[in-house]
């Protein structure tokens, strides 16, 4: 897998990625057809596949990594860069590595790409050249990801192709000539049976537990003619699994058989989709450039049919990006259908906005692309790399404490899940992939999933000491699991020390929702945990008066509260919930609460202050934000 790295040099690119919910490795795969087209023999994998020595066996490197958690490394990235920050390594340990990089955050994150600063300032202390500046993409930016990433790698381009210039003759391979598939489907040998549909399907993560079986409950949280449809899931395994406040499920949906129908007539794959098939390397592709499958275990599955490829594996609803209408380009003869498809992989910024206005904004997904431009026809045997894979969707845990226990020593998993449904500019309902999918479980499904470590690590001195959760709607999950962690760790406590105080903190509860009535869930537990917790919630419903009141609001209503928490009695402050606005809106209140909150006039803080202990807050892991 990773070489060796004595081997001779060739004209040749390694594009590695860390990526947590999919869009690093969709750039990074665009770098690689970007390389690939400018004739350097390509790969490209995740960071924690290849060991640090193999960089310099390459003419150039380029990473791709997207910044989770607290600042953190993705889970597929953390392994590598633990191998960059070991101590023995040299000055001169990365000499003559040439790199470019690319990081993806969200600015709303105090440690904004983070993860891709380090990387850079770390590759530069080892020795590596970066060739080319830094780029970085915003989630908050208007135009999304393609706003920063499509000029980077317009100007990634040129550079390329003047610091390694192509032999004489030699021309890039145009963007219209399509790139051969590097691995294809094929028809199993002697395949006079058909699959049985239903079947159990390997898992893309290696730290798959068993699928979660029987939802236990799928109920509404909110009155059905509210706006909005929040679902209280419960999730149950057989067997013992720990997990913290903070840690998510990740769950792959599956597609509708309605759709998978629709896809298969359109393409015209009726005689092939429940026949056989294995997934094999495109015989056109040399050994030594072959990547790993697209999807691990696949191409060792027996049982596997087109039909279940489509159901459980490829995201035919997803909204397509540039890459998706260059493959499909190929697949039609109708001249004015294939010159519009790659009008929208052009990269000048009036080409983008109509690829941003066509696709982003009315929500259209691939299989309503297909459907306008009917003369495309995928051959079945391309499906795995003209189709993007289906990812998971990561949920904050809900639970926790007591409420881990399923029957019969199991673990018991509760989520909250706003599902996604809304209206576009095309008036057309639009629904999210893996909303809809939850929003139909029924009882007793079986489901797969991953459980994922989060990015909030609470020590339980953190836990039971004193703390502010601020959470509007879907946010609480993570904090609910928190208080319930809290309650635990106190029950236990005392019994095992009889009549002995333990020095508890008090918890603030900042929620903010629309209308008490219809969405302040749990209320009742708020109670319940109360006493024992030493809890006091104060709650921010926007709708409810003519004046909107937000959390931030409640902030700046109680500045002396929230000094004594985190100042006087130097508590902690988590805020979860949606990334943009919100979370921006409450710093700038809570630095306003160190600025006018002390009793003591010499106690405030001036604004930069405020700001530098907001600062320290967040170097000793006192300020933490997960956001979605």
Not at 92 to 118: C, E, I, M, T
């Amino acid at each position: 897998m990773d070489g060796n790295p004595s081997t001779p040099p060739r004209r040749s690119a390694l594009v590695l990625y860390g990526s947590e919910t999919g869009n690093s490795q969709e750039v990074a795969e665009e770098l690689g057809a970007l390389a690939e087209r400018l004739h350097f023999h390509t790969h490209v994998g995740e960071m924690n596949e290849y060991r640090p020595e193999v960089l310099k066996s390459h003419t150039l490197v380029i990473f791709v990594v997207a910044t989770t958690g607290q600042g953190d490394f993705p889970a597929n990235a953390r392994s590598f860069w633990r191998s960059l920050l070991l101590k023995r390594l040299p000055g001169d340990f990365l000499d003559g590595v040439q790199f470019a990089s690319f990081g993806l955050g969200d600015s709303s994150y105090p440690k904004f790409n983070w993860a891709a600063r380090k990387l850079h300032k770390r590759l530069l202390q080892l020795g590596a050249n970066e060739i080319y500046d830094a780029g970085e993409a915003d989630q908050q930016h208007p135009e999304g990801l393609e706003g920063t990433f499509i000029p980077w790698l317009t100007g990634l381009r040129t550079h390329l192709l003047e610091t390694y210039p192509l032999p004489e003759g030699l021309e890039p391979i145009p963007d219209d000539v399509q790139l051969p598939p590097k691995w294809i489907l094929k028809l199993q040998e002697g395949n006079a049976a058909t699959a049985q549909e239903g079947h159990a399907v390997p898992g893309t993560h290696e730290n798959l537990p068993a699928p979660e079986e029987n939802p236990k409950e799928n109920k509404r949280l909110t009155p059905q003619k509210h706006w909005q449809d929040v679902r209280h899931v419960s999730l149950t395994v057989p067997e013992h699994t720990s997990y913290v406040p903070g840690d998510m499920l990740c769950i792959t949906p599956k597609n509708f058989s309605a759709d998978v129908d629709a896809l298969i007539q359109m393409m015209g794959w009726e005689d092939k989709a429940d026949q056989l098939i294995c997934l094999v390397p495109n015989s056109h592709i040399p050994a030594d450039d072959l990547p790993l499958p697209p999807i691990r275990g696949l191409d060792s599955y027996p049982q596997l049919t087109l039909r279940a490829l489509l159901t459980d594996y490829l995201d035919i609803q997803a909204i397509p990006r540039r890459s998706f209408f260059a493959e499909i380009a190929h697949y039609t003869n109708d001249e004015m259908h294939k010159e519009r498809l790659l009008e929208f992989t052009y990269t000048s910024p009036e080409y983008l906005d109509e690829l941003w206005d066509y696709t982003t904004r009315p929500r259209r997904s691939i299989l309503e692309v297909l459907h306008e431009f009917d003369t495309v026809k995928v051959p079945w045997q391309h499906a795995i790399s003209v189709f993007p894979v289906l990812k998971g969707r990561q949920f904050s845990i809900a639970s926790g404490g007591e409420l881990k226990r399923g029957p019969e020593g199991g673990t018991k998993f509760e989520l909250m899940i706003a599902i996604v449904k809304y209206q576009t500019v095309i008036k057309k309902i639009r629904q999210g992939v893996c909303t809809r999918y939850i929003s139909a479980l029924r009882p007793g499904s079986t489901l797969k999933v991953q459980l994922q470590r989060g990015g909030l690590n609470s020590s339980v001195n953190q836990l039971v000491g004193p703390t502010v959760l601020v959470g509007p709607g879907t946010g609480l999950a993570p904090l609910r699991s928190m208080l319930w962690e809290k309650a635990a760790i106190i029950k236990a406590y005392q019994e095992e020390n009889p009549g002995v105080e333990l020095g508890i903190g008090p918890t603030l509860l900042l929620y903010g929702g629309r209308n008490r009535e219809a969405d302040f869930f749990f209320e009742d537990e708020w109670q319940q945990l109360g006493q024992l917790t030493k809890l006091n919630v104060l709650t921010a419903f926007s709708r409810d008066q003519k004046q909107k009141v937000y959390v931030q609001d409640v902030i700046r209503q109680n500045y002396a509260l929230l000094f004594k928490l985190l100042h006087d009695m130097a508590g902690s402050v988590y805020i979860c919930g949606s990334s943009g606005q919100m979370p921006k809106a409450v710093r700038e209140a809570l630095t306003e609460a160190f600025q006018h909150g002390a009793e003591v006039e010499t106690d405030r803080f001036n604004e930069q202050g405020a700001e530098q202990y907001l600062l320290g807050m967040e170097k000793t892991g006192r300020y933490k934000q997960e956001t979605w």
